[in-house]
Protein backbone atom coordinates (compact mmCIF):
# COMPACT_ATOMS: atom_id res chain seq x y z
CA UNK A 1 0.00 0.00 0.00
CA UNK A 2 1.65 3.31 -1.16
CA UNK A 3 1.26 6.12 1.66
CA UNK A 4 -1.48 8.51 1.06
CA UNK A 5 1.41 11.31 1.29
CA UNK A 6 3.18 9.96 -1.82
CA UNK A 7 0.04 9.31 -3.53
CA UNK A 8 -1.08 13.41 -3.15
CA UNK A 9 1.87 13.89 -4.83
CA UNK A 10 1.77 11.18 -8.06
CA UNK A 11 -2.10 10.30 -8.26
CA UNK A 12 -3.07 11.25 -11.78
CA UNK A 13 0.36 11.87 -13.21
CA UNK A 14 1.35 9.17 -15.29
CA UNK A 15 2.52 9.24 -18.76
CA UNK A 16 4.12 12.45 -18.15
CA UNK A 17 7.99 11.00 -18.75
CA UNK A 18 6.92 9.39 -21.90
CA UNK A 19 5.28 12.63 -22.60
CA UNK A 20 8.29 14.23 -22.29
CA UNK A 21 6.91 16.80 -19.45
CA UNK A 22 7.65 16.75 -16.21
CA UNK A 23 4.29 19.45 -15.03
CA UNK A 24 0.90 18.01 -15.88
CA UNK A 25 0.00 19.59 -19.14
CA UNK A 26 -3.63 21.58 -19.75
CA UNK A 27 -5.54 21.03 -22.68
CA UNK A 28 -7.96 23.61 -23.47
CA UNK A 29 -9.48 22.04 -26.78
CA UNK A 30 -12.84 22.37 -26.96
CA UNK A 31 -13.47 20.55 -29.66
CA UNK A 32 -11.06 17.46 -30.56
CA UNK A 33 -10.54 15.87 -34.32
CA UNK A 34 -12.89 13.08 -35.48
CA UNK A 35 -11.02 10.47 -37.14
CA UNK A 36 -14.42 9.69 -39.61
CA UNK A 37 -17.85 9.77 -39.06
CA UNK A 38 -18.36 6.37 -37.63
CA UNK A 39 -15.62 5.89 -35.33
CA UNK A 40 -16.35 10.02 -33.61
CA UNK A 41 -20.28 9.02 -33.39
CA UNK A 42 -19.18 5.85 -31.58
CA UNK A 43 -17.20 8.00 -28.89
CA UNK A 44 -19.76 10.28 -29.02
CA UNK A 45 -22.27 7.63 -27.55
CA UNK A 46 -19.74 6.35 -25.24
CA UNK A 47 -18.90 9.52 -23.28
CA UNK A 48 -22.53 10.78 -24.17
CA UNK A 49 -23.64 7.61 -21.80
CA UNK A 50 -21.22 8.48 -19.08
CA UNK A 51 -18.27 6.24 -19.76
CA UNK A 52 -15.02 7.31 -20.70
CA UNK A 53 -13.30 7.16 -24.07
CA UNK A 54 -11.62 4.25 -25.23
CA UNK A 55 -7.78 3.61 -26.05
CA UNK A 56 -7.45 5.91 -29.14
CA UNK A 57 -10.21 7.36 -29.14
CA UNK A 58 -11.32 10.67 -30.05
CA UNK A 59 -12.29 12.89 -26.91
CA UNK A 60 -14.90 14.61 -29.27
CA UNK A 61 -15.67 17.79 -27.25
CA UNK A 62 -14.80 19.35 -23.79
CA UNK A 63 -18.39 18.71 -21.99
CA UNK A 64 -18.21 14.52 -22.55
CA UNK A 65 -14.06 14.69 -21.18
CA UNK A 66 -10.91 16.23 -20.86
CA UNK A 67 -7.43 14.86 -19.89
CA UNK A 68 -6.57 17.35 -17.67
CA UNK A 69 -9.77 17.37 -15.06
CA UNK A 70 -8.74 13.73 -15.70
CA UNK A 71 -5.75 13.84 -14.13
CA UNK A 72 -7.56 15.58 -11.59
CA UNK A 73 -10.06 13.20 -11.00
CA UNK A 74 -7.48 10.16 -11.39
CA UNK A 75 -5.54 11.71 -7.91
CA UNK A 76 -8.94 12.40 -5.72
CA UNK A 77 -9.78 8.49 -6.45
CA UNK A 78 -6.57 7.46 -5.51
CA UNK A 79 -6.98 9.40 -2.23
CA UNK A 80 -10.40 8.60 -1.57
CA UNK A 81 -9.63 5.07 -2.11
CA UNK A 82 -12.11 4.87 -4.74
CA UNK A 83 -12.30 3.64 -8.31
CA UNK A 84 -13.15 6.29 -9.70
CA UNK A 85 -14.00 10.32 -9.45
CA UNK A 86 -16.02 12.63 -11.44
CA UNK A 87 -14.89 16.45 -11.38
CA UNK A 88 -18.07 19.02 -11.94
CA UNK A 89 -18.02 23.11 -12.06
CA UNK A 90 -18.34 23.51 -8.30
CA UNK A 91 -19.74 21.69 -5.11
CA UNK A 92 -23.13 22.46 -5.96
CA UNK A 93 -22.68 21.05 -9.22
CA UNK A 94 -21.30 18.16 -8.08
CA UNK A 95 -24.35 17.81 -5.65
CA UNK A 96 -26.93 18.86 -8.23
CA UNK A 97 -25.51 15.81 -10.45
CA UNK A 98 -25.79 13.51 -7.34
CA UNK A 99 -29.60 13.95 -6.62
CA UNK A 100 -30.58 14.11 -10.69
CA UNK A 101 -28.51 10.48 -10.42
CA UNK A 102 -29.89 9.13 -7.54
CA UNK A 103 -33.85 10.26 -8.92
CA UNK A 104 -33.36 8.44 -12.25
CA UNK A 105 -35.11 5.53 -11.09
CA UNK A 106 -38.03 7.02 -9.96
CA UNK A 107 -36.80 6.98 -6.24
CA UNK A 108 -37.01 10.97 -5.42
CA UNK A 109 -36.95 10.92 -1.90
CA UNK A 110 -34.07 11.92 0.26
CA UNK A 111 -33.26 11.60 3.85
CA UNK A 112 -30.66 14.37 4.75
CA UNK A 113 -28.77 14.70 7.94
CA UNK A 114 -28.69 17.80 9.34
CA UNK A 115 -27.04 20.72 10.00
CA UNK A 116 -25.79 20.43 6.14
CA UNK A 117 -23.78 23.31 4.27
CA UNK A 118 -26.31 26.13 3.66
CA UNK A 119 -26.23 25.53 -0.40
CA UNK A 120 -27.12 21.53 0.08
CA UNK A 121 -29.57 22.20 2.58
CA UNK A 122 -31.58 25.01 0.24
CA UNK A 123 -31.29 23.00 -2.46
CA UNK A 124 -32.83 19.91 -0.77
CA UNK A 125 -35.60 22.35 0.92
CA UNK A 126 -36.87 23.90 -2.28
CA UNK A 127 -37.61 20.66 -4.26
CA UNK A 128 -36.09 22.66 -6.81
CA UNK A 129 -34.52 19.13 -8.90
CA UNK A 130 -37.68 17.66 -8.10
CA UNK A 131 -36.75 15.50 -4.86
CA UNK A 132 -38.69 15.57 -2.00
CA UNK A 133 -36.39 15.61 1.32
CA UNK A 134 -37.11 14.36 5.00
CA UNK A 135 -34.40 15.97 7.24
CA UNK A 136 -34.03 14.11 10.42
CA UNK A 137 -30.91 14.21 13.51
CA UNK A 138 -28.55 11.46 12.57
CA UNK A 139 -30.45 8.76 14.86
CA UNK A 140 -33.45 9.20 12.85
CA UNK A 141 -32.35 8.24 9.55
CA UNK A 142 -33.86 4.70 9.51
CA UNK A 143 -37.47 5.90 10.90
CA UNK A 144 -37.58 8.49 7.70
CA UNK A 145 -36.73 6.02 5.39
CA UNK A 146 -39.94 5.08 2.75
CA UNK A 147 -39.88 2.79 -0.28
CA UNK A 148 -39.27 5.43 -2.89
CA UNK A 149 -35.94 7.16 -0.95
CA UNK A 150 -32.84 6.92 -3.58
CA UNK A 151 -30.16 8.74 -1.19
CA UNK A 152 -29.15 9.43 2.26
CA UNK A 153 -27.03 12.86 2.62
CA UNK A 154 -24.98 13.74 5.49
CA UNK A 155 -22.05 15.88 6.54
CA UNK A 156 -19.55 15.19 9.22
CA UNK A 157 -17.97 17.32 10.14
CA UNK A 158 -20.88 19.23 9.63
CA UNK A 159 -21.03 22.94 8.89
CA UNK A 160 -21.17 25.35 10.74
CA UNK A 161 -21.10 23.46 14.21
CA UNK A 162 -18.69 21.13 13.54
CA UNK A 163 -21.20 17.73 14.40
CA UNK A 164 -19.54 14.40 13.72
CA UNK A 165 -21.98 11.76 12.80
CA UNK A 166 -21.00 7.83 12.97
CA UNK A 167 -20.40 6.53 9.38
CA UNK A 168 -20.81 2.93 10.10
CA UNK A 169 -23.74 3.02 12.22
CA UNK A 170 -25.86 5.73 9.67
CA UNK A 171 -24.49 3.02 6.78
CA UNK A 172 -26.06 0.65 8.56
CA UNK A 173 -29.14 2.39 9.25
CA UNK A 174 -29.39 3.14 5.61
CA UNK A 175 -29.63 -0.58 4.60
CA UNK A 176 -30.15 -0.41 0.89
CA UNK A 177 -30.19 3.35 0.27
CA UNK A 178 -26.88 4.63 -0.90
CA UNK A 179 -25.27 7.66 1.39
CA UNK A 180 -23.55 10.41 0.37
CA UNK A 181 -21.08 11.88 2.80
CA UNK A 182 -19.70 15.36 2.29
CA UNK A 183 -16.40 14.72 3.12
CA UNK A 184 -15.44 18.92 2.52
CA UNK A 185 -14.23 19.87 6.25
CA UNK A 186 -12.43 16.39 6.47
CA UNK A 187 -10.65 15.39 3.80
CA UNK A 188 -9.54 12.46 2.48
CA UNK A 189 -6.27 13.09 4.87
CA UNK A 190 -8.34 12.92 7.90
CA UNK A 191 -11.41 10.68 6.78
CA UNK A 192 -11.94 7.81 4.15
CA UNK A 193 -15.95 7.68 4.33
CA UNK A 194 -15.61 4.71 1.57
CA UNK A 195 -14.32 2.75 4.15
CA UNK A 196 -17.17 2.73 6.21
CA UNK A 197 -19.07 1.58 3.07
CA UNK A 198 -21.11 4.64 2.04
CA UNK A 199 -21.55 4.99 -2.17
CA UNK A 200 -20.37 8.36 -2.53
CA UNK A 201 -18.26 11.11 -0.97
CA UNK A 202 -18.31 14.72 -2.42
CA UNK A 203 -15.81 17.41 -1.84
CA UNK A 204 -16.36 21.06 -2.69
CA UNK A 205 -12.99 21.34 -4.19
CA UNK A 206 -13.14 24.75 -3.94
CA UNK A 207 -11.93 24.57 -0.41
CA UNK A 208 -9.23 22.08 1.28
CA UNK A 209 -8.26 20.00 -2.05
CA UNK A 210 -7.31 23.46 -4.07
CA UNK A 211 -5.98 24.96 -1.15
CA UNK A 212 -5.22 28.17 -2.21
CA UNK A 213 -8.65 30.01 -2.98
CA UNK A 214 -8.22 30.37 -6.41
CA UNK A 215 -9.77 27.89 -8.02
CA UNK A 216 -13.59 26.64 -8.13
CA UNK A 217 -14.72 22.52 -8.27
CA UNK A 218 -16.39 19.88 -6.93
CA UNK A 219 -15.92 16.38 -6.81
CA UNK A 220 -17.68 12.87 -6.41
CA UNK A 221 -15.40 9.92 -5.46
CA UNK A 222 -17.61 6.34 -6.05
CA UNK A 223 -17.79 3.64 -7.59
CA UNK A 224 -17.27 2.65 -11.36
CA UNK A 225 -21.40 2.44 -12.04
CA UNK A 226 -22.40 5.49 -9.70
CA UNK A 227 -19.08 7.68 -11.98
CA UNK A 228 -20.81 6.34 -15.22
CA UNK A 229 -24.37 7.25 -13.94
CA UNK A 230 -22.36 10.88 -12.79
CA UNK A 231 -20.85 11.62 -15.66
CA UNK A 232 -23.81 10.95 -18.29
CA UNK A 233 -25.66 13.57 -15.79
CA UNK A 234 -22.78 16.02 -16.26
CA UNK A 235 -22.64 15.62 -20.19
CA UNK A 236 -25.66 16.31 -20.56
CA UNK A 237 -26.49 19.37 -17.96
CA UNK A 238 -22.95 20.80 -18.68
CA UNK A 239 -21.55 21.24 -15.36
CA UNK A 240 -18.51 20.68 -15.85
CA UNK A 241 -14.91 20.89 -14.09
CA UNK A 242 -12.86 22.95 -16.74
CA UNK A 243 -9.31 22.65 -17.48
CA UNK A 244 -7.93 25.56 -15.81
CA UNK A 245 -9.37 24.63 -12.68
CA UNK A 246 -8.73 21.53 -13.02
CA UNK A 247 -5.07 22.00 -13.37
CA UNK A 248 -5.04 24.29 -9.60
CA UNK A 249 -6.62 21.48 -7.76
CA UNK A 250 -4.45 18.94 -9.01
CA UNK A 251 -1.61 20.90 -7.81
CA UNK A 252 -3.65 21.16 -4.65
CA UNK A 253 -3.72 17.66 -3.93
CA UNK A 254 0.41 17.51 -3.67
CA UNK A 255 0.16 19.93 -0.65
CA UNK A 256 -3.20 18.71 1.07
CA UNK A 257 -1.51 15.75 3.46
CA UNK A 258 1.05 18.66 4.87
CA UNK A 259 -1.86 21.55 4.62
CA UNK A 260 -4.39 20.16 6.76
CA UNK A 261 -1.76 18.49 9.46
CA UNK A 262 -0.36 22.05 9.75
CA UNK A 263 -3.57 23.92 9.79
CA UNK A 264 -4.85 21.02 12.21
CA UNK A 265 -2.14 21.94 14.71
CA UNK A 266 -2.66 25.74 14.80
CA UNK A 267 -6.56 24.95 15.11
CA UNK A 268 -5.80 22.97 18.38
CA UNK A 269 -3.71 25.56 19.76
CA UNK A 270 -6.43 27.98 18.83
CA UNK A 271 -9.50 26.44 20.35
CA UNK A 272 -7.71 26.11 22.88
CA UNK A 273 -6.68 29.92 23.41
CA UNK A 274 -10.65 30.58 22.52
CA UNK A 275 -12.31 28.28 25.01
CA UNK A 276 -10.35 29.52 28.00
CA UNK A 277 -11.03 33.66 26.72
CA UNK A 278 -13.94 35.07 29.39
CA UNK A 279 -15.57 36.84 26.42
CA UNK A 280 -15.94 33.49 24.63
CA UNK A 281 -19.33 31.53 25.78
CA UNK A 282 -18.67 28.17 23.88
CA UNK A 283 -16.05 26.67 21.42
CA UNK A 284 -17.23 24.10 18.60
CA UNK A 285 -14.29 22.14 17.82
CA UNK A 286 -13.87 18.34 17.92
CA UNK A 287 -10.68 18.46 19.19
CA UNK A 288 -12.43 19.14 22.44
CA UNK A 289 -13.57 16.02 23.57
CA UNK A 290 -16.93 17.55 24.88
CA UNK A 291 -17.88 17.93 21.12
CA UNK A 292 -16.81 14.28 20.48
CA UNK A 293 -18.98 12.65 22.53
CA UNK A 294 -19.06 9.38 20.56
CA UNK A 295 -14.83 9.89 20.59
CA UNK A 296 -14.70 9.40 16.38
CA UNK A 297 -11.91 11.38 16.69
CA UNK A 298 -9.31 8.48 16.66
CA UNK A 299 -11.40 6.04 14.95
CA UNK A 300 -13.79 7.46 12.08
CA UNK A 301 -11.71 10.23 11.66
CA UNK A 302 -7.86 10.78 12.50
CA UNK A 303 -7.51 14.18 13.46
CA UNK A 304 -10.22 17.00 14.12
CA UNK A 305 -9.26 19.09 11.36
CA UNK A 306 -8.88 22.81 10.91
CA UNK A 307 -12.71 24.09 11.15
CA UNK A 308 -14.25 25.61 13.99
CA UNK A 309 -17.40 28.13 15.62
CA UNK A 310 -17.48 30.08 18.72
CA UNK A 311 -20.65 31.63 20.59
CA UNK A 312 -19.90 34.60 21.99
CA UNK A 313 -22.58 36.12 24.67
CA UNK A 314 -24.91 38.28 21.97
CA UNK A 315 -25.69 37.97 18.25
CA UNK A 316 -24.70 41.85 18.46
CA UNK A 317 -21.40 41.47 19.44
CA UNK A 318 -20.87 38.10 17.09
CA UNK A 319 -21.86 40.87 13.68
CA UNK A 320 -19.12 43.49 15.26
CA UNK A 321 -16.31 40.98 15.71
CA UNK A 322 -15.80 40.23 11.49
CA UNK A 323 -16.01 44.19 11.35
CA UNK A 324 -13.09 44.30 13.98
CA UNK A 325 -10.20 41.75 12.34
CA UNK A 326 -6.66 42.66 11.01
CA UNK A 327 -5.13 39.78 9.82
CA UNK A 328 -7.80 37.49 9.41
CA UNK A 329 -10.06 37.88 6.43
CA UNK A 330 -13.60 38.53 6.86
CA UNK A 331 -15.28 35.80 4.28
CA UNK A 332 -17.31 32.71 3.19
CA UNK A 333 -15.28 29.79 2.18
CA UNK A 334 -12.73 27.58 4.18
CA UNK A 335 -9.59 25.37 3.63
CA UNK A 336 -7.45 27.62 2.46
CA UNK A 337 -4.39 29.03 3.31
CA UNK A 338 -5.37 31.76 5.33
CA UNK A 339 -7.51 32.29 8.11
CA UNK A 340 -10.97 33.36 7.67
CA UNK A 341 -13.76 34.37 9.78
CA UNK A 342 -17.95 34.47 8.80
CA UNK A 343 -20.85 34.44 10.36
CA UNK A 344 -22.87 31.24 9.40
CA UNK A 345 -26.45 32.46 10.24
CA UNK A 346 -26.28 35.97 8.18
CA UNK A 347 -24.17 34.00 4.96
CA UNK A 348 -23.39 30.94 3.90
CA UNK A 349 -26.60 29.59 6.31
CA UNK A 350 -29.09 32.30 5.11
CA UNK A 351 -31.15 30.60 3.24
CA UNK A 352 -31.83 27.73 5.66
CA UNK A 353 -35.02 27.33 7.58
CA UNK A 354 -35.35 29.26 11.31
CA UNK A 355 -35.24 25.76 13.24
CA UNK A 356 -32.40 24.82 11.96
CA UNK A 357 -30.72 28.13 11.20
CA UNK A 358 -27.20 28.35 13.39
CA UNK A 359 -27.55 31.05 16.49
CA UNK A 360 -26.97 34.37 15.55
CA UNK A 361 -24.34 34.22 18.46
CA UNK A 362 -22.23 31.94 16.51
CA UNK A 363 -19.01 33.02 13.87
CA UNK A 364 -17.00 30.26 12.39
CA UNK A 365 -13.28 30.03 11.62
CA UNK A 366 -11.21 28.34 8.98
CA UNK A 367 -7.55 28.09 10.40
CA UNK A 368 -4.86 29.04 8.04
CA UNK A 369 -1.42 28.58 7.56
CA UNK A 370 0.04 31.30 9.77
CA UNK A 371 1.25 31.02 12.72
CA UNK A 372 -1.31 30.56 15.38
CA UNK A 373 -0.17 33.28 17.92
CA UNK A 374 -0.58 36.22 15.49
CA UNK A 375 -3.61 34.51 14.69
CA UNK A 376 -4.62 34.40 18.34
CA UNK A 377 -3.71 37.98 18.93
CA UNK A 378 -6.19 38.87 16.01
CA UNK A 379 -9.20 37.45 17.77
CA UNK A 380 -8.50 38.39 20.92
CA UNK A 381 -7.92 41.79 19.92
CA UNK A 382 -11.28 41.72 17.66
CA UNK A 383 -13.13 40.25 20.38
CA UNK A 384 -12.38 42.38 23.09
CA UNK A 385 -12.62 45.93 20.85
CA UNK A 386 -15.90 45.09 20.29
CA UNK A 387 -17.48 44.05 23.29
C1 LIG B 1 -18.67 25.16 0.09
C2 LIG B 1 -19.32 23.88 0.41
C3 LIG B 1 -20.15 23.25 -0.52
C4 LIG B 1 -20.48 23.86 -1.87
O1 LIG B 1 -19.37 23.90 -2.69
P1 LIG B 1 -19.14 25.03 -3.83
O2 LIG B 1 -17.83 24.64 -4.42
O3 LIG B 1 -19.16 26.35 -3.13
O4 LIG B 1 -20.27 24.90 -4.78
C5 LIG B 1 -20.69 22.02 -0.18
N1 LIG B 1 -20.46 21.45 1.02
C6 LIG B 1 -19.68 22.04 1.95
C7 LIG B 1 -19.45 21.37 3.26
C8 LIG B 1 -19.10 23.28 1.68
O5 LIG B 1 -18.34 23.86 2.61
Known sequence: ???????????????????????????????????????????????????????????????????????????????????????????????????????????????????????TDHVLASGLLGNQVTFVKADGVRDALRPDTGLVVVETPANPSLDLVDLNRLVSDAGDVPVLVDNTFATPILQQPLKHGVAMVL????????????????????????????????AVTGGILTPWPAYLLHRGLATLPIRVRA????????????????????????????CDPLHLVGTQMSGPGSLMAFDVES???????????????????????????????????????????PQARMLRLSIGLEDPTDIIEDLVQAIESTR
Open 1 to 119: MIAIDTLAVHAGRTGLTEQGVHAVPIDLSTTAPLPSVHDGGLAYEQMATGGVPLDGQSTVYQRLWNPTVARFEDGVAALEGAAQSVGFASGMAAFSAVLLAAQSEGKTHVVAVRPLYGG
Open 263 to 290: QQDHAHKIAAALASHELVAKVYYPGLPE
Open 203 to 234: HSATKFLGGHGDAMGGVVATSAEWATRLRRVR
Open 315 to 357: AEHAERIPGAVRLITHAVSLGGIDTLIQHPAGLTHRPVAPEAK
